[in-house]
């Protein structure tokens, strides 16, 4: 208590100041900890490259050897309808386009395999993300894997994934993407419930659903993993839970659990402001989560990260939890985004553009932004926080190496804060970590943001 009390007399910020990082103690920290759940990612400080400076500083990332960690992203940016809740929707799949597109992403591949940065830390994970890669064909698929397998530098464990939907994905293109490299099918279901998912704009039934499910466990060829949504229209907490007890009866190798996320500008979000639909209230949203974790619990299955679980040996979620601790991440495809040597880039979305320069390996990017000396104080912050254990230490370790002399140590920083969340109940000691509780993993996206809030406010990060 005496460490907490000096920590507190020496904080930076006046307690009107603090007040906003703060969470609310009450009898039930689920409903009652901060005021909304936010996004699905906690953001961090970023400045923009001036547009001029773009072509010049991507292609010194192309000139030179990478020396980080790093995966992959390949982006199919086509989808067969618009869901209601989606965010991400940018073309209406067209079977004519697959091919063309699937010729550019291999011509950009080839070009990136003869720059310097193709040398360096093998690649851990490649995710083929969207849209729908499943919207591809299966002979485009296969030969997409088999192109990503050739020309980047995987490792000998790389978790290759392919994301989608169950409608239009069915055995044979299973069988050609676990036959061409494919290791891990994640496909979004959102809910098993008919009743949620037509209203939302998904085209498979429940039917359907279980079995597509059961045909890919049953090729027993790589791990198999859904998408949950919680805090759906219609949805109750009972209906998360019997979701999560279904994915173990099916025999899934993981699955992920997330928050509906209002993003504006959505047909969900539209809906919701004229009174068309209904989405449970801010204050019930934790207590979704706390009955799908139950659920998980149940089954045995291990939590892996706040927001996964992994029900068998085979799932690793080696992608996801790699980009949350701040990886490289290499980027193929109209839109894609990526992040490299301290810069991060999204290519350009425009299909026609994207098609012509691929294989140029240059015009490509449509934006960039460069990472805060303080990304490396963040990214340990943030990983820790996403497995649900943050470890000072490694924070701690970051700092020293940007401020070899601090007048205030990392840690004694973030204890007044961090007392506070332990009184509200969102965490507990356990050896070195700070474990969060399942408020805390609920509330962990803003809490994680409150941290990288609370800890720009030190005294000698503040003003570099």
């Given at each position: 208590?005496?460490?907490v009390q000096m920590s507190q007399e020496?904080?930076?910020?006046?307690?009107?100041?603090?007040?906003?990082?703060?969470?609310?103690?009450?009898?039930?920290?689920?409903?009652?900890?901060?005021?909304?759940?936010?996004?699905?990612?906690?953001?961090?400080?970023?400045?923009?490259?001036?547009?001029?400076?773009?072509?010049?500083?991507?292609?010194?990332?192309?000139?030179?050897?990478?020396?980080?960690?790093?995966?992959?992203?390949?982006?199919?940016?086509?989808?067969?309808?618009?869901?209601?809740?989606?965010?991400?929707?940018?073309?209406?799949?067209?079977?004519?386009?697959?091919?063309?597109?699937?010729?550019?992403?291999?011509?950009?591949?080839?070009?990136?395999?003869?720059?310097?940065?193709?040398?360096?830390?093998?690649?851990?994970?490649?995710?083929?993300?969207?849209?729908?890669?499943?919207?591809?064909?299966?002979?485009?698929?296969?030969?997409?894997?088999?192109?990503?397998?050739?020309?980047?530098?995987?490792?000998?464990?790389?978790?290759?994934?392919?994301?989608?939907?169950?409608?239009?994905?069915?055995?044979?293109?299973?069988?050609?993407?676990?036959?061409?490299?494919?290791?891990?099918?994640?496909?979004?279901?959102?809910?098993?419930?008919?009743?949620?998912?037509?209203?939302?704009?998904?085209?498979?039934?429940?039917?359907?659903?279980?079995?597509?499910?059961?045909?890919?466990?049953?090729?027993?060829?790589?791990?198999?993993?859904?998408?949950?949504?919680?805090?759906?229209?219609?949805?109750?907490?009972?209906?998360?839970?019997?979701?999560?007890?279904?994915?173990?009866?099916?025999?899934?190798?993981?699955?992920?659990?997330?928050?509906?996320?209002?993003?504006?500008?959505?047909?969900?979000?539209?809906?919701?402001?004229?009174?068309?639909?209904?989405?449970?209230?801010?204050?019930?949203?934790?207590?979704?989560?706390?009955?799908?974790?139950?659920?998980?619990?149940?089954?045995?299955?291990?939590?892996?990260?706040?927001?996964?679980?992994?029900?068998?040996?085979?799932?690793?979620?080696?992608y996801n939890l790699a980009v949350k601790?701040?990886?490289?991440?290499?980027?193929?495809?109209?839109?894609?985004?990526?992040?490299?040597?301290?810069?991060?880039?999204?290519?350009?979305?425009?299909?026609?553009?994207?098609?012509?320069?691929?294989?140029?390996?240059?015009?490509?990017?449509?934006?960039?932004?460069?990472?805060?000396?303080?990304?490396?104080?963040?990214?340990?912050?943030?990983?820790?926080?996403?497995?649900?254990?943050?470890?000072?230490?490694?924070?701690?370790?970051?700092?020293?190496?940007?401020?070899?002399?601090?007048?205030?140590?990392?840690?004694?920083?973030?204890?007044?804060?961090?007392?506070?969340?332990?009184?509200?109940?969102?965490?507990?000691?356990?050896?070195?970590?700070?474990?969060?509780?399942?408020?805390?993993?609920?509330?962990?996206?803003?809490?994680?943001?409150?941290?990288?809030?609370?800890?720009?406010?030190?005294?000698?990060?503040?003003?570099?």
């Amino acid at each position: 208590m005496r460490a907490v009390q000096m920590s507190q007399e020496t904080a930076v910020a006046e307690p009107s100041a603090v007040a906003r990082f703060f969470a609310t103690v009450g009898p039930d920290p689920l409903a009652c900890a901060f005021p909304r759940k936010g996004g699905a990612h906690p953001g961090g400080a970023m400045l923009p490259v001036p547009a001029e400076q773009v072509e010049s500083e991507w292609q010194g990332l192309l000139g030179r050897p990478r020396n980080r960690r790093a995966v992959a992203y390949v982006h199919i940016p086509f989808c067969e309808n618009h869901c209601l809740f989606c965010g991400f929707y940018q073309n209406p799949w067209r079977a004519e386009a697959g091919g063309p597109y699937v010729d550019a992403l291999i011509a950009q591949m080839a070009a990136f395999a003869r720059t310097p940065a193709q040398d360096g830390p093998p690649l851990q994970a490649v995710y083929l993300g969207g849209g729908t890669p499943t919207a591809l064909s299966a002979a485009d698929i296969a030969r997409l894997v088999r192109a990503i397998r050739r020309h980047l530098p995987l490792a000998p464990d790389c978790e290759i994934t392919l994301e989608g939907r169950i409608h239009s994905f069915g055995a044979d293109k299973a069988r050609a993407a676990f036959d061409a490299g494919v290791t891990r099918i994640s496909l979004g279901v959102q809910s098993f419930a008919d009743a949620i998912r037509k209203p939302l704009g998904r085209k498979a039934g429940r039917r359907e659903i279980l079995a597509a499910l059961n045909d890919l466990v049953a090729l027993d060829s790589g791990a198999v993993i859904v998408d949950l949504i919680y805090g759906l229209p219609g949805q109750t907490p009972e209906d998360v839970a019997a979701d999560v007890r279904l994915c173990g009866e099916i025999g899934l190798d993981g699955l992920d659990l997330y928050a509906l996320n209002l993003i504006p500008g959505t047909p969900l979000l539209t809906a919701i402001d004229k009174g068309k639909k209904q989405v449970a209230a801010p204050d019930r949203l934790g207590h979704f989560f706390a009955a799908g974790e139950t659920a998980a619990e149940e089954m045995g299955w291990n939590p892996i990260s706040t927001s996964h679980w992994q029900g068998s040996l085979r799932e690793r979620s080696v992608y996801n939890l790699a980009v949350k601790a701040g990886a490289d991440c290499l980027a193929f495809g109209a839109g894609a985004g990526g992040f490299l040597g301290g810069l991060s880039f999204r290519l350009t979305p425009d299909l026609e553009r994207y098609a012509r320069q691929a294989g140029a390996g240059a015009g490509l990017v449509a934006g960039m932004m460069r990472q805060a000396p303080s990304a490396s104080i963040a990214q340990a912050i943030k990983a820790g926080m996403e497995r649900g254990l943050l470890d000072l230490a490694r924070a701690e370790a970051a700092f020293a190496g940007l401020v070899p002399r601090p007048s205030l140590g990392l840690a004694q920083h973030l204890a007044p804060l961090l007392a506070q969340w332990r009184t509200a109940g969102l965490w507990t000691p356990y050896h070195r970590f700070h474990r969060l509780t399942q408020a805390g993993r609920f509330w962990q996206v803003p809490m994680t943001t409150r941290l990288l809030g609370w800890m720009a406010e030190h005294p000698d990060l503040s003003h570099s």
